[in-house]
């Protein structure tokens, strides 16, 4: 097989790392996260940027977003691997995920996060009830109210009318802020592109979901319907109807209903969320909605409150020539003099 | 001609000497140490270019900032604040008699700001694409966007404020007067400007109440980074200061040692009032959010080192020295509270943040980080140095002197 040449470039980049530093920084970043966040080159934010230049305007105002059962999960990871496959991110064959939930050792031993090159990763948890394992599927929750799209400083986010929020490459200056803003910490990061790094995230599939009939890979090839896309109004009421229905099953909370103001992605579970990872004192308060009184309070500080600052300096600047011009050969005595006052 | 701007380079930039005697003279051990830490940042900034951010720091995807913004960018700007202080006190509430001081303190506020923001472009990861901020894509609702366009500002303010010691050594009278009348109205919008990051810095961090430990978040943050941007700047004044009166002496004629410890002493008198109303704002941010069961722990006792240990303890020493008349207690105390000022920033953006992960798990830098900052910093202070033994910085220009 032809290498390609970002293959390459990598692979030149990983020796020379590797010949001047010592192994040692290799193997150190593996331990931060695996292999996928050597990943580079993403283009599933780009082509979704672009597509949504093209079509945003056309689209209807419906809120689309996807309810997970948790309680459904068998944790066979094709989720991850239809993910990748769609995405054109790094990917290996379908078996080696579907592996891990037998596998005495396996990726389910530590609890994953996404990476520059996976937008998606099923962790695994064990129930408080039963002690039977409970397998999460994680990726961006595609806020209401994204404090990824409120950080950045160049407006590299877009909160598309069907729901996803995006990611626009085209503009990412790299400062990272946006992965410190989200409260479920999703943006990754190629950290091993030198020239031209870029934040990955899940697309929610915009370009799959903005076509007739369209939902998103994952959900489309999980076998054991864990997730349901749809109108988040009706998933809403969905996810109710399920609780209500079987009583003793669920916990009685929709999780992404009310968090950070509301998100794409709900979550029904049967333990306490925070049992399964989930962040559950992150609050309703929509995370942009923290810094906001007090960029208005600077910027009205600025606009309005400044002047009389600058009339009242204005005002001393006059009065001290003034005073200068007067009494020009002020001596030494009086200017020491004038030094116990001023506290 | 040659021979004429052969004269301006010798008389200008070589101290009137001739180029070798200028080498030889400039060949001693500070300037060795000087040149191995400049040596070691300036290979890791070109790591950093050829290989990207992973290598070079230890940086991931649940720390995406780590020492690059935690001290080049928290730490230095806060540090960066002497203009900011004496600017104040100096234009603003009239404290003439500190004038001396206000041209070291807009160097310094120079200086640093224009590092931090050298320091910075190695951390973006698309650096080349700075000028978007500027004038392409706008983003209104965010923190960093505000900070972006007040360091923007604020350099262009420092460089207006500064202008007049430039020219008084080109010599070129004409411009220096329109500086000099320009630099008292940058002054002003330099205090607005410089609160408003000094505070917008803390602001970064009200959007991660989940991930920075309760004691240091607080809806206060923006307030307690002025507040303490405030005494650093002082603090670094008075350090600055003594440490530029010993090394630039014989720039000073009639210096007066009386007079330079009493305007220390009004510096740590005004560092320690800030230092007060600091500690009693903390001490209420913690009653008002009921924190006091975290003290109790790793993370608090660690809080209370910072608030402690740096804050309350300086402003007593402050005090103490203010009524002894103790310039030399002030000058240390100084230094210990621009130590606190780092140890709160490096707290804010690295220690306490992501404070529930298991330490095993948490970011530290690699010798790499350290060694690009410590290159920068060297920098900065060969560039003071270059600048101060060449322009009317520490005393006025004689031939200029009226006019102040
Ligand atoms: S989960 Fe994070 S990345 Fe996704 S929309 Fe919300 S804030 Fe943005
Ligand atoms: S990393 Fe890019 S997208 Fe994220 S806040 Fe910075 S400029 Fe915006
Ligand atoms: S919605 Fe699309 S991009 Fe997001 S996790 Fe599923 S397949 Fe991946």
Redesign the interface.
Known sequence: MPISRREFLKRTVTIAGTSLLGSSTIAHAYQKGGPSIFSTGNTANEGNWKLYEKIEATLPEDRYGVLVDTTRCIGCRRCEWACNEWNKNPNRPIKEFEASVHQEKSVFDAVRRMHAGNFTVVNRFYSSRDGKPIYVKRQCMHCENPACLASCFVDAYRKSTAGPVLHLPHVCIGCRYCMLACPFDVPAYEYYEPLNPQITKCTLCYDRITREGGVPACVEICPAEVMRFGKISELIKLAHERITKNPGKYVDHIYGEHEVGGTSWLYLSSVPFDEIGMRTDIGKTPIPNMSKGFLFGVKMFEIVGAWPLVFGAYYAISKARKKHKSGHDTSPEEKGGSHGEKH | MAKSTNTWFREKILLGMTPRDYIISNVNVPNLIAAVFLSAGVGVMI?????????ST?????Y??GFWIGFDILVGIALAAPGLALGTAV???????YHHFVRPAILSSLLGYVFAVFALLF?????Y??P??IG?????????????WHFFLYINICLIEWAPALFEWLNLRKLREFFTKMA?WAT??G???AG?HQ??LG??Y??????LHPLWYS?LL?VFFLLSAIFAGISMVIFESTISHRVFKRQLKNFDQA?FD?RTI?LG??AASALFVYFILKFFDIAHYNNWSYLNTPYGYWYLVEILGFVLFPALLFTHAAIRHKPNLVRWTGFLTALGVILNRLNVSIIAYNWYIPISQKYYP?WMEFALSLGVVTMLVLFYRFIVNRMAIMYEHPEYESAH
Do not use: C, E
């Not at chain 2, 230890?58 to 649940?62: G, Q, R």
């Not at chain 2, 392409?136 to 972006?148: C, E, P, T």
């Not at chain 2, 009200?206 to 991930?211: A, E, I």
């Open positions: 790591y950093r270019l050829l290989f990207g951010l992973g290598p230890n940086l991931s995807d649940n995406p900032w234009h603003l509430f009239g404290m003439k008699d951390d973006l990861g698309r650096y694409r700075i978007y901020l392409y894509s706008w983003g209104f609702a965010s923190i960093l966007f505000l900070i972006g008292i002003i919008f205090v607005i400007i408003g505070s917008a602001g970064l009200l959007v991660v109440p989940g991930k809806t923006p007079q009493r009004g008198k005004a690699i």
